[in-house]
């Protein structure tokens, strides 16, 4: 008696009954591509590919750095080495400043009077941040930042706010919403207020962050903070 098993392995080809197996390796790989890049059928798990875009200033050593997500963020470490860091003292802060391109400082100013500050070219790519690492004490203070040249504040994008200490319900916070340049407008002023302590720009780590996406023209981002009653504070613009 011939058994089944007997018969099976008699074949020439005893797999040519069955699908062929690089048929099976071949359909295997098709359902896992599709599956992993986002298939077509119901139940396969997604994989959504992130789209890149990638500029000029853009530096990759272990990990992104760029100026524009810095400016996104309103965090200047993520511009990496693309922007140097320099402590200014409070006896530096006094009469008119001039800025350097892709800078960091890191101000000690106490609020005592009024201060002009006068920005480097806007080249497009070009990051300056002004962050207060001291709390301010003096009251009615201002800082007055200077467009270069012909070079004005950006009419199309309103004041970028991100709040520390001082939330967005706090009312001289939401004063500030509306700071919008006017088309030429060429000169920011950021006063604190009577009382440092209760401006919104009073606090450590309130900042102002300069970016150029476009020749000529500055966008502006802000961070507040502040110890007080945070019920201080504003930003106007003007030519």
């Not at 006094?94 to 480097?120: C, F, H, K, M, Q």
Request: charged content about 15%; proline content about 3%; overall charge negative.
């Amino acid at each position: 008696m011939v058994t089944k098993s007997k018969e099976f392995s008699q074949m020439s080809y005893p797999l040519g009954h069955y699908i062929p197996l690089w048929i099976l390796g071949v359909f295997t790989l098709v359902m896992v591509c599709v599956s992993t890049m986002g298939g077509f059928q119901v139940g396969f798990a997604r994989r959504d590919l992130p789209s890149t875009s990638v500029s000029g200033d853009l530096n990759v050593d272990g990990e992104v750095k760029s100026k524009s997500l810095a400016f996104s963020g309103h965090d200047f470490r993520l511009a990496g080495g693309s922007v140097t860091t320099q402590a200014i003292s409070e006896a530096e802060v006094t009469g008119t400043i001039e800025l350097e391109s892709n800078r960091v400082y890191l101000s000690s100013w106490v609020g005592a009077g009024d201060v002009t500050i006068a920005l480097p070219e806007a080249t497009e790519g070009n990051l300056v941040t002004w962050s207060q690492v001291v709390q301010l004490t003096q009251d009615d203070g201002s800082l007055g930042f200077i467009a270069n040249g012909d070079d004005t504040f950006d009419s199309d994008q309103p004041v970028k706010f991100y709040y520390g200490a001082a939330g967005p319900n706090i009312p001289g916070v939401g004063s500030l919403l509306g700071a919008t340049p006017l088309d030429g407008d060429s000169r920011m002023t950021l006063a604190t207020g009577a009382s440092g302590a209760n401006s919104v720009f009073g606090g450590i780590g309130s900042s102002v962050m300069f970016y150029c996406k476009t020749a000529g023209v500055w966008s502006v981002s802000v961070e507040t903070s502040c110890a007080g009653n945070c019920n201080r504070g504003a930003i106007t613009f003007s030519q």
